[in-house]
């Protein structure tokens, strides 16, 4: 009866152990990778940017603060890894690196007036973050001894290229031609693209979010996230497709890259 009783005790405690030790195999290191979905509502702005733009641009407040809107998107994927500790039974803290490429973009357009209002344009725009990644720490909750709810929050960065330009309608002329202007299309040039640029940024900025990790075997978990990342704003410059009588007249334009992100990671934990 004595060795039955001693049986049921030492059942009981090896059944138990995981939650009374707080599940010990969550703390380590882990790699893994990633794939998912991105989002974001964006805006490219233009500017005069020199002496010579200002006055093409004269008297157009709509122009001087021209931009165009739009809602870019695309997926994603890369890897990560990170190290887990338990700071009690239910909670515990980490640290998380990843790397993702990507085709998160867009493009839009808006009205515009070139040179006294005297030519309707169109203003084009487009931004496309190519790669980014991030360094995170991570605060995570027990809700079972298999399923980790965490928040998470830090540095972030990528790379982000970004295009404006300034286009005639088709059919219309440039009726100034290139008289006393530091830009030449339309008409007798033939090009309808006025003013066409682009830059390439790599900038820092931050990120935050929550997920939610399953344990579903000793060595291997599965997560679903959601970040928000913002790599902040970068300036480029749009010139003259063709220089006029003046020297090339040069716009300055700015964007902001943020976005939203869902993706899915496997993890495979040591």
């Not at 991105?38 to 233009?46: K, T």
């Not at 010579?52 to 890894?81: C, E, H, I, M």
């Not at 090009?191 to 640029?197: E, R």
Request: charged share 10%; net charge neutral.
């Amino acid at each position: 009866m004595k060795r039955i009783f001693v049986a049921c005790v030492a059942a009981v405690a090896i059944w138990s152990a995981p939650a009374d030790a707080a599940d010990p195999g969550w703390t380590g290191f882990y790699v893994g990778a990633n794939g998912g979905y991105g989002w974001n509502s964006a805006r490219i702005s233009d500017a005069p940017g020199d002496q010579n733009t200002s006055y093409v641009f004269q008297g157009q407040p709509n122009v001087a603060s021209s931009s165009a809107s739009f809602d870019g998107k695309g997926w994603l994927g890369g890897v990560q890894a990170g190290y887990n500790w338990h700071l009690n039974q239910r909670w515990l803290a980490g640290v998380e690196a990843d790397f993702d490429w990507s085709d998160i973009g867009g493009n839009g357009s808006a009205p515009t007036v070139i040179f006294l209002g005297n030519n309707p344009a169109t203003l084009n725009v487009s931004q496309k973050v190519e790669w980014f990644g991030t360094l995170r720490a991570r605060v995570g909750y027990l809700a079972t001894a298999d399923l980790l709810l965490f928040a998470t929050g830090g540095l972030a960065y990528g790379k982000v290229n970004e295009s404006a330009s300034i286009v005639l309608p088709p059919g219309v002329a440039n009726s100034q031609g290139n008289f006393g202007t530091g830009y030449a299309c339309g008409g007798v040039y033939g090009d309808s693209t006025c003013f066409a640029g682009a830059g390439s940024r790599t900038s820092a900025g931050w990120t935050a979010g929550a997920g939610a990790e399953y344990r579903f075997s000793q060595h291997a978990t599965v997560k679903l996230e959601y970040l928000y990342v913002n790599l902040g704003s970068g300036t480029f410059l749009v010139p003259a497709a063709h220089a006029g009588s003046l020297s090339p007249s040069i716009l300055n334009a700015s964007g902001e890259a943020a976005f939203n992100l869902v993706r899915v990671g496997l993890n495979y934990r040591f």
